[in-house]
C-alpha cells in the first residue's frame, strides 16, 4: 500500500514540474505558432534562435534567479510556498516577459500569435504579483488556464482540429487534481487560479 502511495506521489509530482508555470508558455509556444504566419516562413536559423531565447528568458533565468534567491536564504523553498516569498520571483519573470516582448518584435509583427500569447501571460504575472500580496493562488492552474484560453483561440482562429484543446483541458484537470493531492493548495486557490489565467489570456486574444 505504501508503495503505490509513494508511486502516486512520484506522478503527482511529475506532473507539477512537466507543467510548471515557467515550463507551460514554452509549450503554447511550440503548440501554437509553428505553422502560423509569419513564423513560418521564417528561415530554420532564425526559429532555432527564437525558441533558444523564449526558453532561456522565459524558463533558465527565471529558475536560476529563484536558485539564487534560496542559496541567499531570501526564500525558504524553491517551490515558493510562501505566497509574500513570490513577490520578487514574479517581478523578475515580469521583467524576463518584457525583453521576451520586445526580442519577439524583431522576429514578428505585433498581431503575431505569440506577441499576444506574452501580452497574455504578462498581465497573469501581473495578477499573480497584485494576488500574492494577500493571498495565495496557484500559479500552476494560472498558466495551464492560460495556455487552455490561447489554444481554443488558435483553434477557431485557423480552423484546426479540437484534439489539442482537449488533450490541455485533461492536463488541466489532472494538473488540478495533482496539486491537490500535493497540499499545494486548496479547491478555491486552484479553481478560481484556472479561471482567471482562461479569462485573461481570453481577454487579451479578444483585444
Request: proline share 3%.
Amino acid at each position: 500500500m505504501r508503495i503505490k502511495e509513494k508511486n502516486y506521489k512520484n506522478i503527482y509530482w511529475f506532473l507539477s514540474t512537466i507543467f510548471h508555470p515557467v515550463f507551460v508558455p514554452v509549450l503554447l509556444v511550440l503548440t501554437c505558432v509553428p505553422h502560423t504566419d509569419p513564423f513560418h516562413n521564417l528561415l530554420i536559423e532564425k526559429k532555432i534562435l527564437f525558441f533558444f531565447l523564449f526558453f532561456f528568458l522565459n524558463t533558465f533565468l527565471p529558475c536560476f534567479f529563484v536558485f539564487i534567491l534560496y542559496k541567499k536564504n531570501l526564500i525558504s523553498d524553491i517551490e515558493l510556498k510562501n505566497k509574500r516569498e513570490r513577490i520578487l520571483p514574479l517581478s523578475f519573470t515580469f521583467l524576463c516577459l518584457i525583453v521576451i516582448f520586445f526580442v519577439t518584435k524583431q522576429f514578428f509583427l505585433f498581431n503575431s500569435i505569440i506577441t499576444t500569447i506574452i501580452l497574455g501571460y504578462l498581465l497573469i504575472t501581473i495578477a499573480s504579483l497584485l494576488i500574492s500580496l494577500f493571498w495565495k493562488v496557484s500559479l500552476h492552474m494560472l498558466c495551464v488556464g492560460g495556455a487552455l484560453s490561447a489554444i481554443g483561440n488558435n483553434t477557431i482562429s485557423y480552423n484546426k482540429s479540437y484534439l489539442m484543446f482537449y488533450l490541455f483541458l485533461f492536463i488541466s484537470l489532472i494538473l488540478g487534481y495533482s496539486r491537490l493531492k500535493q497540499n499545494a493548495h486548496n479547491k478555491k486557490q486552484v479553481v478560481l487560479g484556472f479561471l482567471l489565467g482562461f479569462v485573461l489570456m481570453l481577454f487579451v486574444f479578444s483585444y
